[in-house]
């Protein structure tokens, strides 16, 4: 598992006096209310910025970061991700996970048979749909409800899913 996890990535500036417009890869936004710290990756490094203020706008979030105060300090942090220590974040419900957890899992039909690994999951609205290859990149793509994805097991990288008629 990953040591951090991203949040979001950094898309613009806003403002002058040196805050970033932040597109969010989460499921509940207001969870940036309760960050006092974040991680800013650039180029595979990693610096630990304090959060000064949060603010929202139009399905983005806006943060201001210590020590970037003007437009040009900010402009340098565009398109670098957002990343918070796993650690440092609250137990997550059961039933639920992080993306990247699930990227990677073995995907079986309940009747045994290998379907192929998850290789994106994203989301239609009504739920999340996993997108899973087999080894010649043929793609499924399964809603994550309750009635087509049985079982996660995170220690064995397997998932076992009922494969509803239509879906295959």
Aim: net charge negative.
């Amino acid at each position: 598992m990953q040591d951090f996890l991203e949040i979001g990535q950094i898309v613009n500036t806003f403002g002058i006096k040196g805050m970033v417009k932040v597109k969010p890869f989460t499921d509940d936004i207001r969870r940036f209310d309760n960050l006092k710290k974040v991680y800013v990756e650039t180029n595979k490094v990693k610096k630990q910025y304090e959060i000064e203020e949060v603010k929202y706008h139009k399905e983005m979030v806006l943060i201001k970061l210590k020590g970037i105060d003007n437009v040009e300090e900010a402009e340098k942090l565009r398109n670098s991700y957002l990343k918070v220590n796993r650690q440092d974040e609250p137990e997550l419900e059961e039933g639920t996970y992080y993306i990247v957890d699930l990227i990677g899992l073995e995907v079986y039909s309940d009747e045994g048979k290998l379907l192929g690994k998850v290789d994106d999951i994203y989301n239609n609205g009504s739920s999340d749909i996993y997108v899973v290859k087999d080894e010649i990149g043929k793609q499924i793509l399964l809603p994550a409800i309750s009635e087509v994805i049985k079982q996660i097991n995170l220690n064995e990288k397997k998932i076992v899913v009922h494969v509803m008629k239509g879906l295959i």
